[in-house]
């Protein structure tokens, strides 16, 4: 992974440092991520409903030249203890050798097989914070940082403006920027975490909030990975808030966890507490015959695509 040296410009004090430059460097980090072609992992869904705590792991294998996650749907926890299927909408249809639809219902009266759904959910997911194409950009170019302060709505200094007007006897009284907006950048503070003193940047959305998730994130003051965010919602479906935590693994950013920030709700359950853990992430040989599984999409746990909005 590239690693990028802190610019003097950046470092100091938060009223003294440029949340645009701060973002642009950020994303730079995550375009610059070379992952495995292929890796496994389990993921641990964990939640409390009415006071119990309740888990399951489910192993995955994520492919990322092709983008394509691959899931056993049955649960550890279900293999030790298989699940009754008696009124909660639970059943295994054979498809064709070597594959199997699995249609597990969640969110029905009394216990739930998949408490949030079947995780099909990867590690090196983004959350909108990388940035095709800004790869190839140099470090602190200036640029990214146009790019950035374009698309995240950093006004154009009046100065630059008057400096613009070839005529000298036309006086600027005010200046209209007109861009296609996403997002405005403030930079609320730095803050420790994970032991990292962060640049703590708030992001508001100028339109599409349901699309448009970011609303805090956390970048490390001397490598410009992204430490922690909040998106407010996560998941196809849901607008809770979620916080996630990032890790280092071999050099690269991985998700270590997803937490929600209030109650989840899923058909008739309503978790007080919901969390959603990477475990024993490690690169694998891609293997030549797969043992694949379809998901039905209602019983699916999915991160949305960039552009598409939440909607409950």
């Not at 861009?179 to 420790?192: E, H, K, M, N, P």
Request: charged share 20%; net charge negative; proline share 8%.
């Amino acid at each position: 992974m590239l690693l990028l040296a802190a610019a003097p410009a950046l470092v100091g004090t938060a009223a003294s440092a440029d949340p645009y430059q701060i973002f642009a460097r950020a994303r730079q980090v995550w375009t610059a991520q070379r992952y495995p072609d292929y890796m496994t992992y389990t993921v641990a869904v964990d939640v409390i409903e009415k006071g119990v705590e309740k888990t399951r792991h489910y192993h995955l294998a994520f492919d990322s030249v092709s983008g394509k996650i691959a899931v056993n749907p049955v649960s550890d926890e279900e293999v030790a203890t298989p699940a009754d299927p008696t009124g909660i909408n639970f059943h295994l249809q054979p498809k064709r050798a070597f594959h199997t639809l699995y249609d597990k219902r969640v969110g029905n009266p009394g216990e739930a097989v998949d408490y949030l759904g079947v995780p099909m959910i990867a590690p090196t997911y983004s959350f909108g914070m990388a940035s095709p194409g800004t790869d190839s950009e140099p470090p602190g170019s200036d640029a990214l940082v146009a790019q950035i302060r374009k698309e995240f709505n950093d006004p154009t200094p009046a100065a630059k403006t008057q400096a613009a007007v070839t005529d000298p006897h036309v006086r600027t009284i005010a200046s209209v920027t007109s861009y296609v907006r996403r997002y405005t950048i403030t930079l609320a503070g730095i803050d420790s975490v994970q032991g990292s003193d962060c640049y703590h940047l708030l992001l508001q959305p100028n339109r599409d909030p349901q699309k448009l998730r970011l609303r805090e994130v956390w970048v490390d003051t001397q490598t410009f990975e992204t430490r922690q965010l909040v998106s407010a919602g996560n998941f196809t479906g849901s607008r809770v808030p979620w916080r996630i935590t990032f890790g280092d693994l071999n050099g690269e950013q991985y998700i270590t966890s997803e937490t929600a920030l209030a109650t989840v709700g899923v058909g008739d359950h309503h978790y007080e507490r919901a969390t959603i853990s990477f475990e024993a992430i490690a690169e694998a040989p891609r293997p030549t015959r797969p043992l694949s599984f379809f998901v039905t999409k209602e019983a699916m746990l999915a991160e949305p695509d960039a552009d598409t909005p939440s909607k409950q």
